[in-house]
């Protein structure tokens, strides 16, 4: 399942926990733990928000919109390294 996640995150869409729980079809507090997981095993890297202000960011509406703004997950070379 872990892997699986991590194929999601690594697709080009930007996906909220929600998304990625849907799209596992397991319960949102599973993908919060699964995501905690992976950046503590050093797969995924998270970033609460842009370091420059979203200046020039495609997500810089999304973020606008939601309080607090998003939180994004990327992959570590690790993790990239686990997908293939």
Known sequence: ???????????????????LAE????????????LAQLVDGGYLA????????CSGCSLA???ATRPGGLRFWTLT????????
């Open 46 to 53: 998270m970033s609460e928000a842009c370091a420059d202000g």
């Open 1 to 19: 399942m872990l892997k699986a996640l991590l194929a999601l995150i690594s697709g080009d869409a930007y996906r909220t926990p929600q998304d």
């Open 23 to 34: 799209a596992l079809a397991v319960p949102m507090p599973l993908v919060e733990q699964m």
């Open 77 to 84: 070379a690790k993790g990239v390294s686990a997908c293939s």
């Open 61 to 63: 509406q999304a973020c």
